[in-house]
C-alpha cells in the first residue's frame, strides 16, 4: 500500500462551505493559536461564507479553511489535503485515509482521549443521528411506525433544541429547550406533544 496526499483546491477557487466539508476531511488547528512566529497565515473572507488563511502565495495544500457547519453551528477548520490509501498493483482500488490522533510511535493517554472525543463528536453530530433517535424515542413510547412528518417534526427539536406547543383549547404556548443542537428536553417534550 501506498500513501498519497494531494491538495484539493487551487489558485482561485471558492468553494462552498458544503463542498469543503464533503471534500477536506483532515483538521487542522485555528491558525490564531499558531505562536509560532516563523508561521504567518493571512486570513481572507472568501465568498461563500468560507474564510481562507493562506501562507504567502496563494492557495496550497497547507491552506487552512475556516467554515461554520450550518447543520450543527461548529466552526471547522479544515486542511487543504486530501490523504488517499492506494493499494499498489491495483489502481482501482484506494480508500481515503481514515483519520487518527494517536501516535505509533509514542503512545500518551492524550492521544486516545482525543480520538475517542473526535468519534463521539463524529457520532452525535451525523445527519442521520437526529432522525434515529426520533424514531428510536416515537417507538419507546409506543408509536411502532412514525410518520415521516412526525420523524422529522422530532429530528428537528432535536437539531434545533427548541420545541413549541401551542393548546388548542386556549390559545397558551409553551416552549421547551435550550436552543443547542442535542437538547433532549425539546425532543421529549415533541415526542410526548405532538399531535400525533
Known amino acids: 500500500v501506498s500513501v498519497v496526499e494531494e491538495q484539493v483546491f487551487y489558485g482561485t477557487d471558492s468553494p462552498s462551505v458544503k463542498k469543503v466539508l464533503k471534500k477536506l476531511h483532515i483538521g487542522a488547528i485555528d491558525p490564531s493559536l499558531l505562536l509560532d512566529s516563523d508561521v504567518e497565515y493571512i486570513s481572507e473572507p472568501g ?17 487552512i479553511f475556516e467554515v461554520v457547519d450550518s447543520f450543527t453551528g461548529i466552526t471547522h477548520f479544515r486542511k487543504n489535503i486530501q490523504s488517499t490509501v492506494q493499494i499498489l498493483g491495483k489502481e482501482d482500488l484506494f480508500f481515503r485515509n481514515p483519520v ?65 406547543y401551542s393548546n388548542q383549547n386556549d390559545g397558551h404556548t409553551i416552549s421547551f429547550g435550550s436552543g443547542k443542537y442535542g437538547d433532549l428536553a425539546a425532543l421529549v417534550a415533541c415526542v410526548l406533544l405532538d399531535r400525533e
Not at 481562507?52 to 491552506?63: E, M, N, P, Q, R
Not at 452525535?124 to 412528518?149: D, M, W
Open 47 to 63: 465568498k461563500n461564507g468560507v474564510t481562507i488563511h493562506t501562507l504567502v502565495g496563494g492557495l496550497k495544500a497547507d491552506s
Open 100 to 164: 487518527h490522533f494517536i501516535s505509533f510511535q509514542d503512545e500518551e493517554l492524550r492521544d486516545a482521549q482525543h480520538e475517542t472525543e473526535a468519534a463521539l463528536d463524529h457520532y452525535f453530530y451525523h445527519e442521520n443521528t437526529a432522525p434515529f433517535l426520533a424514531i428510536r424515542f416515537a417507538q419507546r413510547f409506543g408509536i411502532s411506525n412514525p410518520s415521516p412528518r412526525y420523524v422529522k417534526s422530532m429530528a428537528t427539536s432535536f437539531i434545533t433544541g427548541f420545541y413549541k
